[in-house]
């Protein structure tokens, strides 16, 4: 089997690296945060008042 | 492996489980509250307000749009990633067995009163509407066209039906001082709601079908997520049963892999033959494409 046959049949594994990767770097940046203060008051666009 | 009848019991029971797991702060239906703890750091994987009283995390639409949102331009890493890791494990799955928005549409489906269609005519051009909500609403509408300097969530405020739902309809019951001030947004979005609730009596879920940025995202990872549906192509007999029971009507060829694919596994359930299975040998490999 081909060296890109292998790599993509394990295209999941290379996802769920890069998701890792990006996640650790949106977390040091603070964004959970950002989501987390976002999602703690009541999202009056959301609920289509805002 | 998992197949046969049972499939779609358990898909149900998964469904219903999930949701109430993830909007089970009951104290906010009674208080016309919402959750405030730590768990909202955290995002569910389906389309889930987290403005619904009882969410417990938050959901990955309005997470996007919120980062977006911010002051000048930020690339939203944290969703990436987020994106990323549930696509990469389960593609579409999320939608098909973890979307609690998509479990209202397969209950509405389910009531006997109308003659039932798999999609909608121009079904071809159509599906390429939930991408065009995605850049349009979700990415360029939060990051500049909508909101001017003062961003705004434009998928959530303008469309999103689950944010009606299960965030605005529960909290409007519950607390007075939000009833007080509904206005023309609301009654836009209430009817945005009643059309797509009513059009899923007829035709199988038309909102992640034709709307839904979430399966646009998550489709794009069905091509090489962990979970898919293996197609034992040598031991088909090609009888067309599974394309007959596929509600988005996907043919043999197609299902898994196709972005339309939601994993729901009524295919698998379908199949005399039992070549078709989520979960054992892969054959992807020996698949002609």
């Given at each position: 089997m081909s060296f890109w046959k292998k790599i993509k049949q394990k295209g999941w594994l290379w996802g769920m690296l890069a998701g890792l990767a990006f996640l650790g770097i949106g977390a040091v940046g603070g964004q959970f945060t950002v989501i987390w203060r976002k999602a703690v008051m009541i999202c009056l666009e959301c609920i289509g008042i805002g | 492996m998992v197949s046969g009848e049972q499939m779609g019991k358990i898909r149900l029971a998964v469904q219903l489980l999930f949701t109430i797991f993830t909007n089970g702060y009951a104290y906010g239906f009674l208080g016309g509250k919402i959750y405030?703890?730590?768990?909202?750091?955290?995002?569910?994987?389906?389309?889930?307000?987290?403005?619904?009283?009882?969410?417990?995390?938050?959901?990955?639409?309005?997470?996007?749009?919120?980062?977006?949102?911010?002051?000048?331009?930020?690339?939203?890493?944290?969703?990436?990633?987020?994106?990323?890791?549930?696509?990469?494990?389960?593609?579409?799955?999320?939608?098909?067995?973890?979307?609690?928005?998509?479990?209202?549409?397969?209950?509405l489906y389910k009531i006997p009163i109308f003659r039932k269609r798999k999609r909608l005519p121009f079904h071809g051009i159509l599906k390429y509407g939930k991408y065009a909500v995605l850049v349009l609403l979700v990415l360029a509408g939060s990051a500049f066209l909508?909101?001017?300097?003062?961003?705004?969530?434009?998928?959530?405020?303008?469309?999103?039906?689950?944010?009606?739902?299960?965030?605005?309809l529960p909290l409007l019951r519950a607390n007075e001082q939000l009833?007080?001030?509904?206005?023309?947004?609301?009654?836009?979005?209430?009817?945005?709601?009643?059309?797509?609730?009513?059009?899923?009596i007829k035709i199988f879920r038309p909102f992640c079908q034709y709307l839904c940025p979430l399966g646009?995202?998550?489709?794009?990872?069905?091509?090489?997520?962990l979970v898919q549906i293996h197609w034992e192509k040598d031991r088909c007999i090609s009888c067309g049963t599974c394309e007959k029971a596929c509600p988005v009507s996907l043919s043999t060829e197609e299902i898994s892999c196709s972005p339309e694919c939601i994993r729901c596994g009524k295919c698998v359930e379908a199949c005399p033959e039992k070549c078709l299975h989520f979960l054992g040998k892969s054959t992807r490999a020996k698949k002609t494409r």
């Open positions: - | 405030q703890g730590q768990l909202k750091y955290a995002c569910v994987p389906g389309l889930n307000c987290y403005s619904c009283p009882g969410a417990i995390a938050s959901c990955p639409m309005g997470a996007l749009q919120a980062l977006l949102n911010q002051k000048g331009f930020t690339i939203p890493f944290g969703m990436l990633g987020i994106f990323f890791i549930f696509g990469s494990l389960l593609g579409r799955f999320v939608c098909g067995w973890l979307c609690p928005f998509g479990l209202v549409q397969d209950l909508f909101g001017g300097l003062a961003k705004t969530p434009a998928f959530c405020k303008y469309l999103c039906p689950s944010g009606t739902l299960f965030g605005a009833r007080e001030q509904i206005g023309g947004l609301f009654y836009w979005k209430l009817g945005i709601l009643l059309l797509i609730l009513v059009a899923s646009a995202i998550y489709g794009w990872f069905n091509h090489f997520s």
